[in-house]
């Protein structure tokens, strides 16, 4: 049985508990997982990974999520990766609307809800 490629996911979180912890429970689920804690440079970063997958936080160094999703979004070639936004704000909805995410998720989330928001994504350009 030829083997599959792992799907691969960028998170942009300066938080690097959080990094760890995604990373860990994304590669329990082998998913191939690269890490930044700034978004300097962001197209150059998903251009060179290619991921299935950008999770996006909201307070990141140094333009923010805001600007670096409207980045993504904006780029003929990365538009159609899927961007969920996530963080602790109370009106993260509106964040990821204005940002233009394709998902968001609230911190602090639980294993279930991440894997709830990634398969939902990914669902939808399947």
Not at 8 to 13: A, E, K, L, T
Not at 47 to 56: A, F, H, N, R, Y
Not at 68 to 92: E, R, W
Not at 98 to 109: E, V
Request: with cysteine; charged share 25%; glycine share 4%.
């Amino acid at each position: 049985m030829p083997a599959t490629t792992p799907k691969r996911v960028i998170i942009f979180d300066d938080d690097e508990d959080i990094l760890s912890i995604c990373t860990y429970i994304l590669e329990e689920k082998d998913w191939e997982v690269h890490t930044f804690t700034n978004c300097n440079d962001i197209l150059e970063k998903v251009t060179g990974i290619e991921p299935d997958v950008v999770l996006m936080d909201n307070w990141i160094p140094d333009i923010g999520g805001m600007q670096a999703t409207q980045l993504l979004k904006a780029n003929s070639l990365l538009k159609n990766i899927p961007v969920i936004y996530f963080s602790a704000n109370n009106d993260i909805h509106t964040l990821a609307a204005n940002a233009g995410a394709d998902a968001y998720l609230a911190k602090p989330f639980d294993i279930d809800e991440l894997e709830k928001v990634i398969n939902k994504v990914m669902a939808k350009i399947a």
